[in-house]
């Protein structure tokens, strides 16, 4: 980003015309520079349709003349929190129960931050691409890239919290971190050049071990590697991605340029990006050591080689095995009972309260996911019994990409539970329970879904 020679003072000035408090200007400072702010403050200017949260949050904020420590909370998003579950102040859960569109709409499309979204400006944003194994060094504009080969597919994103709160819930695992339930998965229609049109720009040479995606521009150690041959495997399939669902990709899921790592936990997919590596050695970064891990007695942990760097992580971090495919999982497109953990801010239901249906016959719908293999099949059992054929709603043959399913239901007075069971083309099926992980991750047991039909 090219710092713009913009005083700081009159900066300010506009960034409070535009609504922005002192704890967002100075993180879009920080981190972004003038250009950063004054793209924030033009994103700002409120349009008829739009009741943005960067101008409503900072109402109060804007309303004083000098920046002040006891103001509104600084808005940490560009779209509005409004329809969302509030997982943690940079976590927004998309509302599940009422999605019914194979691709997620914007307005409902999860975020998953460590920081507050940060508004970069496409003109002056620049990939670098680098490493001691490349033959050639490659920089390239947001215009350049974009005039490069590029596809245009739908791709789920799920993180690896989704279902976290089943840990909780039904197996009786004390684990750490945001309670999404099935908030934590959003599909979107993504147009993005294949990592393989870069390298092929810049030749990996033999050694090259890992590659690293990098942002450090929504904080300063946002970043994660790959390992080279997992790249090479699905060169056409991983990305950088620069529109979703057919607008250019909206600040909050990491614009103007992010990676999308198809089929692996959303971690992966490095949004913001401002820089690649393609290094001889490996890196270790916070979202693969204190985060995204596999820790427990079941996962001895990982060894850094003696070259390998860290990134806002030390040796001592690595404690488990990094996250990667996600597993086969499903849901039903109903609120998931809560009894024993927080409910998310916003959740529809209050601790231990049961959703209502009409009595009768009617389609229960929800997704299944097995984004690495695709769905073969999915089940449903109602109050423990025999497991029948669900129905896929076309499209259901795309690669890395979710599934509709529904059946129907002549429910009867009472309360009822439901479970749905996947299996992936490869044969995997969803299990009761798991072998437990500290941080819940990638928990795709069987989920009951309770009712009371009236
Ligand atoms: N720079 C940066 N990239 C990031 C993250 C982040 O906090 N910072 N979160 C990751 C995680 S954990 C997930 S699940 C996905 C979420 O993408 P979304 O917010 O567009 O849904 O982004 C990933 N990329
Ligand atoms: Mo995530």
């Known amino acids: ?112 931050n460590r920081y507050a979204t940060p508004v970069v400006d496409k003109s002056s944003w620049e990939l670098r691409v680098h490493g001691d194994a490349v033959a050639e060094e490659l920089t390239l504009t947001y215009d350049e890239l974009i005039a490069l080969p590029s596809v245009n597919a739908p791709r789920v994103m799920e993180c690896f919290g989704n279902g976290r709160t089943v840990n909780r819930e039904q197996l009786g695992y004390d684990v750490m971190g945001g309670n999404w339930v099935f908030s934590d998965v959003s599909q979107g229609e993504w147009t993005y050049v294949p990592i393989q049109v870069i390298l092929d720009r810049v030749r990996p040479t033999s050694n090259a071990r890992q590659l690293l995606f990098w942002s450090g521009v929504d904080g300063p150690d946002t970043g994660r590697p790959i390992d080279m041959t997992e790249i090479n495997a699905r060169s056409d399939v991983i990305g950088l991605a620069y529109k979703l669902n057919g607008v250019d990709l909206p600040s909050d899921h990491g614009g103007p340029v992010r990676a999308i790592v198809p089929g692996w936990g959303g971690a ?86 049961v959703p209502q249906l009409v009595r009768g016959p009617q389609m229960v719908r929800g997704y299944a996911n097995a984004p690495m293999s695709g769905i073969a099949q999915v089940e449903f059992s109602i109050d423990d019994g025999d497991w029948q054929q669900a129905t896929l709603v076309p499209p259901f043959d795309l690669p890395y990409s979710w599934v509709r399913f529904e059946f129907e239901w002549d429910a009867p007075a009472g309360t009822h539970n439901l479970r749905t069971r996947a299996t992936d083309s490869a044969g995997s099926v969803q299990p009761e329970t798991v072998v437990f992980n500290e941080l819940g991750i990638n928990c795709n047991a069987i989920a009951r879904f309770e009712v009371e039909v009236a």
């Open 1 to 112: 980003m090219t710092i713009q020679s913009t005083d700081p003072t009159s900066l300010w000035e506009r960034a409070q015309q535009a609504g922005i408090n002192r704890r967002r200007f100075i993180q879009l400072l920080a981190f972004g520079g003038a250009a950063a702010v004054l793209a924030a403050c033009e994103s700002a200017i409120p349009s008829p349709s739009a009741s943005r949260v960067v101008s409503s949050a900072s109402a109060a904020a804007s309303a004083s003349t000098a920046p002040s420590a006891s103001e509104a909370p600084a808005a940490m998003f560009v779209k509005s929190e409004e329809p969302f579950l509030k997982v943690f102040d940079t976590e927004l859960g998309t509302p599940w129960w009422q999605q019914t569109s194979f691709v997620t709409p914007y307005e409902h499309f999860y975020v998953r």
């Open 268 to 353: 992966a997919s490095i949004k913001w990006l401002t820089e690649i590596q393609i290094s001889s050695h490996g890196f270790w970064t916070r979202m693969h050591t204190r985060e995204e891990v596999y820790i427990g007695e079941d996962y001895p942990p990982e060894e850094p080689g003696p070259d390998d760097e860290f990134l806002g992580a030390v040796a001592e971090d690595i404690r488990g095995q990094t996250g990667k495919e996600l597993f086969v999982k499903s849901w039903l497109a109903i609120p998931y009972v809560i009894r024993i953990s927080e409910p998310a801010g916003n959740y529809p239901l209050e601790v231990g309260e």
